[in-house]
């Protein structure tokens, strides 16, 4: 409980720090004046349609990806388990990528996310088709793989297909992932797929608690493991398939921030569920802040960030653990 009070109490204050920190140099009590009695001028805007939204989005995203990281984590019983691995992630980058190669990108702000979730979806069913209503971990984790594979393969086809330089280069850029530039638009498309799905995974502590004891324990234990892999499936797909649609890939949130906190909730993954979502807000928000401050003129990406910190600190895991086990 200290945790959570601990992560939550860490989540609000650097949501106020992303809605008044910026290359701007702005006043904070002035910023936050601004946003929440507003009197129609520049600073309202700037602070209700560009820093709001994308405060929003960097804890609602960071929160889905540590989710889904722990939940996937935990249904696996490996720590080094990705919500990326069954797919959504690969196959909703190619639906932005097709959106983006073809110009339906440019007709509405509502054509690049939309052709993401669809992407998410169809990438989904496939996992579902492949793995089968009764397949085990290994079946969903290599049909996962495959469709990974298969997406990342089309994603490079239409890049090096592409006709537009111009086009290629978004295409690039958006895969970096990103919050810049977007609005409030972008938070209604995510937010319910996002609650949808967190809801679904936090649904399933018991059973995930369950499942340390082994397959045959938990169903002894009156756990539907059917069920409940597919709960973790479309719960998966729904908060990786939303956050990727509207913030592009951004990786090592869901992989690391579980890791890190395992150990201060007893390994048990029932526990490990909330804080990893508040742990995951945590660090996008963080991560977030940084890249304003951090070569603000170059625009440096978010997954470019998350992956640089994230990598060594996962490698820095390993090996800690390694030697604890020596």
Same mark, same amino acid.
């Given at each position: %409980?200290?945790?959570? /009070? !601990?992560?939550? =109490? #860490?989540v609000?204050?650097?949501?106020? *720090? &992303? +809605?008044?920190i910026?290359? $701007?140099?702005?006043?904070?009590?002035?910023?936050?004046r601004?946003?929440?009695?507003?009197?129609?001028?520049?600073?309202?805007?700037? %602070?209700?349609?560009? /820093? !709001?939204?994308? =405060? #929003?989005?960097?804890?609602?995203?960071? *929160? &889905? +990806?540590?989710?889904?990281? $722990?939940?996937m984590?935990?249904?696996?019983?490996?720590?080094?388990?990705?919500?990326?691995?069954?797919?959504?992630?690969?196959?909703?980058?190619?639906?932005?990528?097709?959106?983006?190669?073809?110009?339906?990108?440019?007709?509405? *702000?509502?054509?690049?996310?939309?052709? $993401?979730?669809?992407?998410?979806?169809?990438?989904?069913?496939?996992?579902?088709?492949?793995?089968?209503?009764?397949g085990?971990?290994?079946?969903?984790?290599?049909?996962?793989?495959?469709?990974?594979?298969?997406?990342?393969?089309?994603?490079s086809?239409?890049?090096?297909?592409?006709?537009?330089?111009?086009?290629?280069?978004?295409?690039?850029?958006?895969?970096?992932?990103?919050?810049?530039?977007?609005?409030?638009?972008?938070?209604?498309?995510?937010?319910?797929?996002?609650?949808?799905?967190?809801?679904?995974?936090?649904?399933?502590?018991?059973?995930?608690?369950?499942?340390?004891?082994?397959?045959?324990?938990?169903?002894?234990?009156?756990?539907?493991?059917?069920?409940?892999?597919?709960?973790?499936?479309?719960?998966?797909?729904?908060v990786?398939?939303?956050?990727?649609?509207?913030?592009?890939?951004?990786?090592?949130?869901?992989?690391?921030?579980?890791?890190?906190?395992?150990?201060?909730?007893?390994?048990?993954?029932?526990?490990?569920?909330?804080?990893?979502?508040?742990?995951?807000?945590?660090?996008?928000?963080?991560?977030?802040?940084?890249?304003?401050?951090?070569?603000?003129?170059?625009?440096?990406?978010?997954?470019?960030?998350?992956?640089?910190?994230g990598?060594?600190?996962?490698?820095?895991?390993?090996?800690?653990?390694?030697?604890?086990?020596?």
């Amino acid at each position: %409980m200290t945790l959570t /009070r !601990l992560l939550a =109490a #860490l989540v609000g204050l650097l949501f106020v *720090a &992303a +809605l008044v920190i910026g290359p $701007a140099g702005m006043d904070p009590v002035v910023s936050l004046r601004a946003l929440l009695v507003g009197d129609g001028g520049p600073l309202t805007l700037v %602070m209700r349609e560009i /820093r !709001l939204p994308r =405060a #929003l989005l960097a804890a609602m995203i960071g *929160a &889905a +990806l540590g989710l889904a990281g $722990a939940a996937m984590q935990g249904f696996l019983r490996n720590p080094l388990a990705d919500p990326g691995l069954i797919g959504v992630s690969g196959s909703a980058a190619l639906g932005a990528v097709i959106a983006l190669q073809t110009g339906l990108a440019t007709m509405t *702000a509502f054509a690049l996310p939309v052709s $993401a979730l669809a992407g998410a979806l169809i990438g989904v069913l496939l996992v579902l088709l492949l793995a089968g209503p009764r397949g085990g971990s290994l079946t969903l984790i290599l049909a996962g793989i495959a469709i990974s594979a298969l997406a990342g393969a089309l994603t490079s086809l239409v890049l090096n297909l592409s006709p537009n330089p111009f086009a290629a280069n978004e295409i690039v850029f958006w895969m970096m992932g990103s919050l810049a530039d977007r609005s409030m638009t972008h938070v209604w498309i995510a937010l319910p797929l996002i609650v949808l799905g967190s809801v679904m995974l936090l649904s399933l502590g018991r059973g995930l608690d369950a499942l340390t004891l082994g397959e045959d324990a938990a169903q002894a234990m009156g756990i539907n493991l059917p069920r409940l892999q597919l709960t973790l499936i479309l719960g998966t797909a729904a908060v990786v398939g939303a956050s990727t649609a509207v913030a592009g890939a951004i990786g090592f949130i869901g992989l690391v921030v579980p890791h890190v906190l395992r150990g201060f909730v007893g390994a048990r993954p029932g526990r490990l569920l909330p804080a990893s979502a508040l742990g995951g807000a945590v660090m996008l928000l963080a991560a977030d802040i940084a890249v304003r401050m951090i070569l603000p003129e170059r625009d440096l990406k978010l997954g470019v960030l998350t992956a640089l910190v994230g990598a060594p600190l996962f490698l820095h895991l390993i090996y800690r653990t390694r030697r604890a086990i020596a």
